[in-house]
């Protein structure tokens, strides 16, 4: 009974990681002159850089003599997997919804996911200090949502905390302020039951999560469900999806969470989330069994991927200058690596030896994936994203994501326009504020490219977020770029005569004094359909022409995308080339006259 699993799930920037932050600071995990970081959960490089929680990760509080297990999980929808698997250790979830937005697309999920496997559910409304708080709303709203996915009557009952994540304040009455975060902490003592599981018996654990020490190898994370877990014990892992594989091995070291840290110990018992290491081919969803009592535990369905990309071996005229890794054999050890930490990706070989098809939850999925790769010093390419289909009743049924807007109400109009073009089709349309929320279904192919069109119709102003709403037949043919590319014609340096007549086509890409190779995308035209562009062409010199009589020539500062944008930018004849130091966008076909046979054929 002196002992709680609970996780903290809701959607993206509704402060989950600023709470923990808050929480452990009042259980005493921090001495009271120590400089702590904000949000110092999201430890990677970067989850810091673009404020988002990527991975699940485990922290533990001691209040009352009760040792409080939690897991902060990630709100954005393309990282629902670690969301999933990580619920099978847990016995209650805290929701977290914003004061303002209210409930999400991603609300939904979790929660849904989080009633499916019957745990109780502690409702915290979060931001209540914000000026345009709408707490009476969001409680009715979150309500709704309950009924909505079918909730039992003791989970319609869910307590409700009114909290303040950044200033570390919760009450039980929407009036009261609060001083600290007792009323919570008392609310999980009382409302969060002890761990289900069984004292006495042989050993089982399930192996929820998996992380890697470069001393002691892979260390697994799980619930150990029954009996106790020793240093030393010789163990037998084995899966449900295949039993047969079964092997034995040994418990080298154990460690139980303690605030921050992870504490080595020689045995745990029942209920208790624990690291391990000694079994290097663990992986997620394997059950630690003892050798008299081989059962594999079921591990929490995954869903299936949406989006995919085939990843290939960097051919382009520049390929081996910037990356440490850039063979086959380097990209394809790497990709199936990343499978053995994420439940959510997919990775196939295809005809070619020196391409990969790689499929995710969505392009942000796949995004930090090759982002992570490129500073690990990998060298690679990559497509435009595609869907996946699925054949249901002989019918080709497509993915469909349901899409919230949060926008001004005079941009209501070009982006209710955007979506009918992308086969969107309206749900709901409310009014938030001063603000306007409309709701989409959409097709996912949709939505590719359509984040910097939205930013630009709602003058930077508005709030996106999209989550998987099922599957439905194919809606027809939708169009994702009225702009064609500028592509350079030869190799070199582009200066500034050859991008002063460019820039007058279009936007730029590059700048002077930038090495460009043939068939590189160097800008956008502003017309429907790509040019061929000489970005090296020089000024013929002779001496009939004074030095001074031309008047000095005017750049346009290019634009520099990101890696998303690129991906938003790319057509299907198209590729991104990724390298630890540049982003390049490149023509599938580098040769012009080969380019202009294939479409004649076309």
Request: glycine share 8%; hydrophobic share 40%.
């Amino acid at each position: 009974m002196d002992l709680r699993n609970i996780a903290i799930i809701a959607h993206v920037d509704h402060g989950k990681t600023t709470l923990v932050d808050e929480m452990l600071a009042q259980a005493g995990a921090f001495r009271e002159n120590q400089n702590v970081a904000e949000r110092i959960m999201d430890s990677g490089d970067l989850e810091r850089e673009r404020g988002i929680t990527i991975l699940a990760k485990n922290t533990a509080i001691r209040y009352k003599d009760t040792k409080i297990n939690i897991v902060d999980t990630p709100g954005h929808a393309d990282f629902s997997g670690e969301v999933e698997r990580i619920l099978k250790m847990v016995s209650g979830v805290l929701l977290l919804v914003d004061a303002v937005e209210g409930p999400m697309p991603q609300t939904r999920f979790v929660l849904s996911r989080a009633l499916e496997l019957g745990h109780k559910v502690i409702v915290v409304v979060n931001k209540i200090d914000k000026p345009e708080a709408r707490i009476y709303e969001v409680v009715d709203e979150v309500l709704e949502l309950l009924m909505d996915l079918d909730a039992t009557d003791e989970q319609l009952d869910s307590p409700t905390v009114f909290c303040s994540g950044r200033a570390g304040t919760a009450s039980l009455a929407p009036e009261d302020a609060g001083r600290d975060l007792i009323p919570l902490f008392d609310m999980i003592l009382s409302y969060i039951p002890a761990p289900n599981v069984t004292v006495d018996g042989p050993t089982q654990l399930l192996v929820s999560s998996i992380d890697y020490n470069e001393y002691v190898g892979r260390i697994g994370i799980g619930r150990i469900e029954r009996g106790v877990v020793r240093v030393g014990q010789e163990v037998i892992i084995c899966n449900q999806a295949d039993e047969k594989q079964a092997y034995k091995s040994k418990i080298v070291n154990l460690y139980e969470i303690e605030d921050l840290r992870r504490v080595p110990v020689e045995s745990a018992n029942a209920g208790e989330i624990v690291c391990f290491s000694g079994t290097e081919n663990i992986n997620i969803g394997d059950t630690v069994c003892a050798p008299e009592c081989v059962e594999a535990l079921p591990f929490a369905s995954i869903s299936d991927p949406t989006v995919e990309m085939t990843f290939s071996v960097n051919d382009s005229p520049f390929a081996g200058r910037e990356g440490k890794f850039v063979t086959s054999r380097n990209i394809r050890d790497r990709l199936y690596s990343e499978l053995l930490r994420d439940v959510s990706l997919r990775v196939e070989d295809t005809d070619s030896t020196e391409s990969w098809n790689v499929s995710g939850r969505g392009e942000m999925h796949l995004s930090i994936l090759m982002e992570t790769m490129r500073r690990e010093g990998y060298e690679f390419q990559v497509s435009t994203p595609r869907v996946l289909y699925k054949e249901i009743d002989a019918v080709r049924h497509e993915p469909l994501e349901c899409l919230i807007c949060d926008v001004p109400e005079e941009s209501v109009g070009p982006v209710m326009a955007k979506m009918g073009q992308r086969k969107g089709e309206l749900r709901h349309m409310s009014p938030v504020g001063n603000r306007m929320r409309l709701e989409f279904v959409v097709p996912s192919r949709g939505l590719f490219g359509y984040r910097s069109e939205f930013l630009t119709d709602t003058r930077g102003e508005g709030i996106m977020s999209s989550v998987l709403e099922g599957y439905a037949p194919y809606k027809g043919d939708v169009t994702r770029r009225t702009n064609g590319s500028m592509v350079a014609f030869e190799s070199g340096e582009a200066v500034t005569y050859g991008l002063h007549s460019a820039q007058e086509r279009g936007i730029l890409f590059i700048g002077a004094g930038t090495q460009v190779y043939a068939g590189q995308i160097v800008g956008q035209n502003a017309k429907n359909e790509d040019i061929v562009i000489n970005v090296c062409k020089r000024k013929q010199l002779t001496n009939f022409r004074a030095s001074g009589s031309d008047d000095a020539l005017k750049l346009i500062t290019p634009v520099v995308m990101s890696m998303e944008q690129a991906l938003e930018f790319l057509a299907d004849d198209e590729l991104l080339e990724i390298t630890p130091l540049s982003l390049r966008l490149r023509k599938r076909e580098l040769k012009h006259d080969m380019r202009m046979r294939m479409r004649n054929k076309v």
